[in-house]
């Protein structure tokens, strides 16, 4: 049983491991201020998870783990407020999404710019 606990958490911990990077390469290749942010959140809502839930197998410990699990917790309810609330104030400063012209792009753009 030991043996499957060990398993698991290294699964997981290698999996959030895995999204970190990945989001961190995307903050780095995306074009711009939007698609960034949905790397970064990426980053800290799965991967975070994934980490949390490792490390929650591998305490053992019940109080330990619910002590982990209730920071993953208030960690997943910050990170995407915070996250909204980033998008929200670049939007108010007239920061726009760099997309593709198209008409439905041109059409999105321009209902995000009589919003203000």
Known sequence: ME?????ASGA????GSGLIVVGALGMLRLPDLYTRMHA???I??????LIMA????????FQAALKIGLIALLLML???TATHALARAAL?????????PSPMA?????????KR
Do not use: H, N, Q, Y
């Open 3 to 7: 043996i499957l606990a060990a398993i």
């Open 12 to 15: 997981l911990l290698l999996a």
């Open 40 to 42: 970064a959140s990426i």
């Open 44 to 49: 800290d809502t799965m991967g975070l998870f």
């Open 54 to 61: 490792g490390l929650m197998i591998e305490a053992g410990a």
């Open 78 to 80: 910050a990170s995407p």
């Open 92 to 100: 108010g400063d007239d920061i726009l999404p760099k997309v593709e």
């Open 106 to 114: 041109d059409r999105a753009l321009e209902i995000l710019r009589s």
